[in-house]
């Protein structure tokens, strides 16, 4: 009957498909892609900056300052965590649709001059509201996503921080194709272009049950495999891009639509994953009515009282009026066993978050500080600028592949072999630190060596913080934890960067003018020159050094979770998605045999 049916409207077989694919998890998953590859705005700062400081006639220590409240924003996630907590995926997603493009639309108009220019604290607002976007867009369809796929968050957490990463290299193929060398235009595009995706997914992007799928990880794979090809075209792309001269805006033209087609080629597999359930979905149902043709032939030769009972409920506990009067504020130096669901507050005030924290502002601190200043790393050395571009590109495309790497490879690590995510975050940390002294003590070419180590460890070190505090604290509020894990990014570039690095900078260069002869200026607010590799020397050993103090602070945590990372920590997710599997499977009362609840009403609750 059902084939008959099938056969006959094919084109509401079409309709029904396109309906399921639209409304499924595989879509979902394309989605959040999408809204990661366009919220890389925060790492395209140095693209338009020069506009910002030359048409509002700001000097460097005001720029410094705007570039600041950009990376804060971006990192300060808790507001986005704590909405995501009480509302649903598409309130934070429209909340931060809303104020990307308000924020960065207000500097656009800035800086092209539609209005009058703006105080420097306003525009400190504009550009950290609009920063502050990426939180959102973060909370809302990367923490959903973990929490669909709790068994594979490092391959999740891996593929959708990649995309990330080559967001800042995807919109400048796009915004030289749309507005050539007008860089103004880009901070229209980026304000514009991440609202609309986002805009566009929030009938999407939802809570869903946790259901497994055996070839799940394979899918994740296919994923991997498109994006390796993307992510290996953009290098190579960029780099052509960089050495051969009168690249025009038609050859621009062409490579983003080569990218964009890579941006959708991950539609081909969630189409086919759709179809494939289809197909489960219509062969089951043709077994299920055979079987009830001949359960019901059964049914009526057997008796009123072989009929199944009903299974009893059991009945609910009652829950003590102490542990209901209790508060978080009383319960949050009593933390749960670790894996279980920590409150905000237990979580906040464990030592082991306190740890992860500490080693994460030596980590990703120190990698974060080192890609800010690439650019005047690469000019105190003599490189061109081209050199400097090819770098920046290098930090872009291997920031990509150190997060799918520690995504993938920690997944498979810990599943197989129990090794723990703590460790492999060490290691990462440790290795960063050759990327430290390359610089410290540059030799020709070292740049780009570093450039790779730097960009690939700070990419690698996104996936494991977030994978980690999702499995010691819980996914209940990880959508809080985890962007207060993030915070440790801009406390790091603060210290190492600001504290440290600019002002030994200035030192250095202070230095150099008075062994010259030349007055430095008494106001500090032009930018000093500085050549040579004195410059970052001193600056890039003291990083090096709180690296190392990180990755013994990091080797704490191996030790202390040692035990839980030995044991099965999905075992209760793998439990919990049996027992939905289970109860998906409902026995009638009139004796008719067992059937299968629709796949699609699943999706919707």
């Not at 052509?240 to 991950?266: C, D, H, M, W």
């Not at 290691?427 to 540059?442: D, E, T």
């Not at 990880?478 to 960067?497: E, K, R």
Request: net charge neutral; charged share 15%; proline share 4%.
């Amino acid at each position: 009957m059902v084939v008959a049916m099938n056969s006959g409207n094919g084109h509401g077989d079409i309709l029904q498909l396109a309906w399921q694919v639209y409304r499924g998890r595989w879509f979902m998953v394309f989605a959040s892609f999408l809204i990661m590859a366009a919220a890389g705005a925060t790492y395209m700062f140095g693209s338009y900056s020069n506009d910002i400081k030359k048409n509002l006639g700001y000097d460097q220590t005001t720029l410094n300052l705007l570039s600041f409240l950009k990376d804060l924003g971006a990192n300060t996630g808790i507001l986005s965590g704590l909405i995501n907590e009480v509302t649903p995926p598409w309130v934070v997603l429209s909340l931060g649709a809303g104020m990307n493009f308000a924020g960065y639309f207000m500097i656009w108009l800035a800086v092209t001059g539609r209005i009058a220019k703006p105080a420097v604290w306003q525009m400190c607002l504009y550009i950290c509201i609009g920063a502050n976007s990426q939180a959102f867009a973060n909370t809302g369809s990367l923490v959903t996503c973990v929490k669909k796929f709790p068994e594979s968050r490092g391959v999740v957490l891996g593929l959708l921080k990649g995309f990330v990463g080559l967001s800042g290299a995807i919109i400048t193929q796009l915004y030289h194709a749309l507005y050539g060398d007008d860089s103004t235009g880009l901070i229209l595009l980026i304000a514009a272009l991440p609202a609309v995706i986002s805009m566009l997914s929030v009938h999407t992007i939802r809570i869903m049950k946790v259901i497994r799928q055996a070839n799940e990880l394979k899918v994740f794979y296919d994923f991997l495999y498109i994006s390796l090809v993307l992510a290996g075209f953009l290098m190579v792309i960029i780099i052509i891009q960089k050495t051969v001269p009168g690249f025009n805006r038609a050859e621009y033209g062409v490579s983003s639509a080569v990218v964009v087609l890579f941006l959708f080629a991950p539609l081909v597999v969630v189409i086919n994953q759709e179809i494939q359930l289809r197909k489960s979905k219509n062969q089951q149902e043709i077994s299920n009515s055979y079987e009830d043709h001949q359960i019901m032939k059964v049914t009526i030769e057997l008796p009123p009282s072989s009929q199944p009972e009903s299974i009893p409920s059991l009945p609910r506990l009652p829950i003590s009026s102490e542990v209901k009067e209790r508060s978080c504020f009383s319960t949050m130096f009593e933390p749960p066993n670790r894996g279980e669901d920590y409150l905000i507050l237990q979580a906040l005030f464990s030592i082991d978050m306190l740890i992860l924290f500490l080693a994460s502002i030596c980590g990703v601190g120190g990698t974060l500080t080192a890609i800010d200043n690439l650019g005047q790393i690469g000019s105190s050395l003599g490189y061109s600028a081209t050199g400097i571009s090819i770098s920046v590109s290098l930090v872009s495309i291997w920031n990509y592949f150190g997060r799918v790497f520690s995504g993938f490879v920690s997944e498979i690590l810990l599943k197989k072999y129990g090794f723990p995510r703590p460790l492999m975050l060490s290691i990462i940390m440790l290795f960063s630190c050759m990327g430290h002294l390359l610089i410290a003590f540059a030799f020709p070419g070292s740049v780009y060596i570093a450039s790779v180590i730097i960009g690939f460890c700070f990419g690698a070190q996104w996936p494991l913080l977030f994978a980690i505090i999702s499995e010691i604290f819980g996914l209940k509020y990880y959508s809080t934890l985890s962007n207060f894990g993030s915070v440790a990014s801009p406390i790091g570039a603060y210290l190492l960067n600001v504290s440290v690095t600019g002002h030994l900078y200035d030192e250095e260069a202070k230095r150099q003018m008075k062994a010259s002869g030349l007055q430095t200026p008494s106001d500090g607010g032009k930018d000093l020159p500085c050549h040579g590799v004195q410059c970052f020397r001193q600056s890039f050993i003291i990083i090096t050094g709180a690296t190392i103090f990180g990755t013994l602070i990091s080797l704490i945590l191996v030790w202390r979770t040692r035990a839980f990372y030995k044991s099965d920590i999905y075992k209760k997710f793998r439990e919990a998605s049996e027992l939905v599997e289970t109860q998906n499977i409902t026995v009638s009362r009139d004796g008719q045999q067992p059937t299968l609840r629709d796949d699609e009403k699943l999706r919707n609750n």
